[in-house]
């Protein structure tokens, strides 16, 4: 019933695309219909230059994630336990994370060139602070029972930190990196869009430039739908790992 | 259901794998560190050729150095040219400046500001500059058909439309309305891409826009003259920029760049290369040759005319852009200028 | 805290201290990235990043004057921060309301989520900026525009937020309230809601992050005033000390947000923390 449901909802959405098109409410230079769109979409999705971009993409995705993960993490669960750090790493967190990362752009060029590595600092740049707090947050909603029996068995800390408070702080990690995929997703799109030499964006902006509406929103919808599948990525490897997570009920 | 869900991660990993060990982030190995400027891009072979690169916006104008790359001008020259696609003149400064890039496509003004600003650069070749009469203008200050401003004297108070605020097009606008007798903090800029200025001053969401006649193309507007013949003195729209320390540490490749630049316009503006620079340029840029034969050409020009880097220093100064006009003869060097 | 225990006269002596020291405690790694910054970029040393002393002096200076008539604000604060502020506040109360609304409405009813799922997770990937020109069309270039791009970027953690805290409500919490004969009404106010809200505040944080960088990013283009527009002009014409200026704008703007919103959320959530911390918690 529910995938029927699902697509029902997206049939729903490309006639009410349709219907705005042809009574012309948006202009057709700025919002092309479903059908030219439709078959951009698939130009695109035959021609190999843009696969190549879209593979760029999605590297940076991962890459960006799991690294910045790896990083995030241990780092987040200290923060978390010891309550001498979490204050003022709170402060710093709240304040940097408030600067969008393409204020920074010019600041990433110069040091990073205008590649991947550019773009991975962004991306890292953008999504460490939902992950350490989120692990943080994680962390603090730890069982006390569990800490309890913990130090009664006298586990050392980092015993503790690994054995009791990462299996209870993994659901609140689990959604940090779902608010990251997410937000990720969409600051290499704009890194890309804004400055970068390769990836799904600069294909969207020569479109732009060239003014081909039909190609940029065939991107968008191709880029849309890479964001879907990477939450359901994330959402399945969530259930696989973390089967206690109150997601999976 | 178990199959289902791994069914998905395991194609991206293994894309992953793919791209990162068939060494997509080559571009990255020439970036370095902010403090040592110094680029490893530029290496000369024994007898080979120096692999350069040089940053590209993808532009139609570009056509000479489309050419040029086609037809082995950079290579007569020994050079190899790799173009790096960046979106502006200033991410190009970025990117020589961090390494990614050798040379800079930049406009001239861009280049005096940053150059005064502290940034150790030298503009080491010209790409064009604003066409002057005879030649028919190639910008536009433009309203809609039926819109109640007559000149841009109408436009206090109103939204102008301009690729970027504080870039080329937007301070030559300002000087043209300056001359007009209209202070240009009386009007309100907004930035917005090309096609998008086109689309709204057609739509009325603004009131004039300033773009190129190519931008423009089919679209049905009524243009109050040329912000670059009406309101400035030449400008150079734009040139190639280099580090002082490419330049030092790679003695006559900067020149043999500007040699070949020269040959490449030469070659482009030959009438009998026109079709075909047109097929070539319409190729690179995502455009139709047709459409690009029937455009105003710029005025291709690989030396940097000195006077007109005063003039244009004298402009930004008017704009208030620059409190003192920088030694442009320490941004320009010898084998750059016009004789 | 309170102990109800009385101070001894050593400590009601240290009392004084204990308000200071609680601020060092909070603000010395903050203080430290600071030093850090002037020391390693002296005048000079990069253009792009100039010395820490050199940017807090632009700041105090841009925004700040010791006028009371102004509020102590500069005009260059008036016409670029207000405006940005208003869009703000403006965009973001819509994208919470339509958040929590429609997030409650699907959290509730099953085929409506399933309905919508695919298009909210769509909405979420797509970058504001590469919808700019069909808001454009719509808005026009006035502040509704940024107002609308602020709303539309920032609703999607608060509805995915409220739709999973609705769906996460215990099931013994609904059979204690059907046994208890509740009515709907009353099952929506005094179970669900409550039940819900601190996963909805959790994405009503979220949120207010994202509309800020949103507010700024929504003026990089199409617009005629703001911080984000005064951010990119100063990048374009060089002007880095400007921009840091800026940028440190919105960072303390970004602080003061959070802080006023942890009181907030301590406030409206105070019957949940206090239930967690009477059940042996920390």
Redesign the interface.
């Known amino acids: 019933m529910t995938p029927l449901l699902s697509a029902a909802g997206v049939t729903a959405a490309i006639l009410v695309w349709a219907a705005v098109t042809v009574a012309g409410v948006v ?1 057709a ?2 919002l092309p219909g479903p059908a030219p769109v439709a078959a951009r979409i698939l130009t695109l999705l035959t021609d190999r230059e843009f696969y190549e971009q879209f ?2 993409t ?2 940076t995705w ?2 960006a994630l799991g690294i910045t993960g790896v990083v995030a993490v241990p780092v987040g669960l200290l923060i978390g336990y010891f309550a001498f750090l979490r204050r003022p790493t709170e402060l710093v967190i709240h304040g940097l994370r408030s600067v969008p990362s393409t204020a920074l752009l ?1 600041v990433a ?10 773009k991975f600092a962004m991306v890292a740049y953008a999504i460490i602070w939902p992950l350490l707090l989120n692990t943080a947050y994680g962390v603090r909603s730890v069982d006390p029972t569990a800490m309890y029996v913990a130090r009664s068995l006298r586990w050392s800390t980092p015993r503790s930190l690994v054995g009791v408070v990462l299996p209870s702080a993994a659901p609140g990690i689990a959604s940090g990196f779902r608010i990251a995929g997410g937000i990720g997703l969409v600051v290499v799109l704009s890194a890309e869009l ?2 970068a ?2 990836g799904i964006g ?1 294909v969207l ?8 509406p039909d190609f940029v929103y065939a991107g968008i919808v191709l880029v849309g739908a890479l964001g879907i ?1 990477l939450q ?2 994330l959402g ?2 969530e ?2 790992l973390i089967p206690w997570s109150p997601a999976a009920r | 259901m178990r199959l289902q ?2 069914s ?2 395991i194609p ?1 990993i293994l ?2 794998v793919a ?2 060990c068939s060494g ?5 190995a ?2 370095s ?3 040592a400027a110094a680029t490893v891009t530029a290496q000369p072979t024994a007898a080979g050729p120096v692999a350069v690169k040089v940053t590209t916006l ?1 532009l139609c104008n570009e056509s000479y150095l489309y050419w040029g790359m086609e037809h082995g001008i950079f290579e007569k020259h020994g050079l190899k040219v790799e173009t ?4 502006g003149g ?2 190009g400064i ?2 020589i ?5 050798d040379f800079s496509f930049t406009n001239g003004l ?1 280049a005096i ?2 150059f ?4 150790p650069i030298q503009i080491v070749a010209g790409a064009y500059e604003s066409p002057q009469p005879p030649k028919p203008p190639s910008q536009a200050l433009f309203v809609k058909p039926d819109s109640p401003v007559k000149s841009p004297k109408d436009l206090v108070g109103k ?1 102008i439309g301009v690729n ?4 080329i097009n937007h301070i030559v606008t300002a000087a043209w309305l300056r001359k007009l007798g209209v202070n240009p903090q009386d009007v ?9 200025i ?3 001053v057609v ?1 009325g ?2 009131d004039a826009g300033q773009a190129a006649l190519a ?1 423009i ?1 089919a679209n049905d507007v009524r243009v109050l003259g040329d912000p670059f013949r009406e309101g400035v003195n030449k400008v150079i729209f734009a040139a190639y920029l280099a580090t002082n320390s490419f330049i030092k540490d790679h003695p006559g490749v900067s020149e043999k760049f500007q040699a070949a630049i020269a040959e490449s316009i030469a070659a482009v503006e030959d009438p009998k290369n026109l079709d075909a620079q047109f097929a070539l340029a319409a190729k690179n ?3 139709d040759p047709k459409v690009l034969a029937k455009q105003p050409q710029q005025e291709y020009e690989a030396a940097i005319d000195m006077a007109t880097m005063e003039d244009m220093g004298k402009l930004l100064i008017q704009e208030g ?1 620059l409190t003192k006009a920088p030694d442009m003869t320490k941004l320009v060097p010898e084998f750059a200028r016009k004789k | 805290m309170v102990t109800g225990r009385p101070l001894g006269p050593r400590a009601a002596a240290r009392g004084w201290l204990e308000r200071p020291i609680r601020v060092l405690g909070a603000i010395w790694l903050a203080v430290v990235l600071l030093v850090a910054w002037e020391l390693k970029f002296r005048p ?1 040393e ?3 990043m100039p010395p820490m002393s050199a940017i807090l002096g632009a700041f105090v200076q841009q925004w700040f004057v010791l006028d009371p008539g102004q509020l102590f604000v500069t005009d260059h604060f008036q016409t670029n921060a207000v405006p940005s502020l208003l869009r703000l506040a403006q965009g973001w109360t819509i994208a919470a309301a339509i958040g929590i609304g429609a997030g409650l409405v699907l959290g509730i009813w099953r085929p409506a989520l399933a309905f919508l799922n695919p298009l909210i997770r769509f909405g979420m990937s797509t970058p504001s900026t590469a919808l ?2 069909i808001v ?2 719509v808005f ?2 006035t502040s509704s525009m940024n107002v609308a791009l602020i709303a539309m970027g920032s609703t999607w953690s608060v509805l995915i937020n409220t739709i999973d805290g609705v769906r996460s409500l215990d099931p013994t919490m609904i059979n204690a309230a059907r046994s208890l004969r509740l009515g709907r009404s009353a099952f929506f106010w005094r179970v669900l809601l409550p039940s819900a809200s601190p996963q909805i505040f959790a994405g009503l944080r979220i949120s207010l992050g994202i509309a800020l960088i949103l507010m700024v990013v929504s003026e ?5 005033s703001g911080i984000g ?1 005064v951010m ?2 100063a ?6 000390v400007d921009m840091w200026s800026a940028i440190v704008f919105v960072g303390v703007l970004g602080l003061l947000l959070n802080g006023l919103f942890g009181l907030v959320e301590a406030r409206v959530l105070r019957w949940k923390l206090e239930s967690s911390r009477g059940a042996g918690g920390s």
Request: aromatic share 12%.
């Open positions: 202009p230079q700025t593979l760029d999605l590297t991962v890459l010019p060029i110069l040091f990073f060139g205008l590649g991947l590595q550019m804004l400055g030499s390769r600069t902006v020569r479109y732009q430039q060239s003014d081909q599948l359901y990525t399945q490897l259930l696989r | 869900s791994w998905f991660v991206c894309a992953l791209t990162a997509a982030p080559v571009q990255s020439s970036s560190s902010p403090s993808a790096v696609k960046t979106q200033s991410a970025a990117a400046v961090s390494g990614a890039a861009t500001l940053s005064n600003v502290g940034f939204k970027e605020l504080g870039g309100n800029w907004v930035a917005l891409p090309f096609p998008q086109v689309q709204g739509q969401r603004l931008n193309g840029c995502g455009n852009y | 000079g990069s253009v792009f700019l020109p454009i069309v026009g270039i990089l283009y199409a617009a005629t527009h990119v002009f990048k374009t014409t060089f002007r880095f």
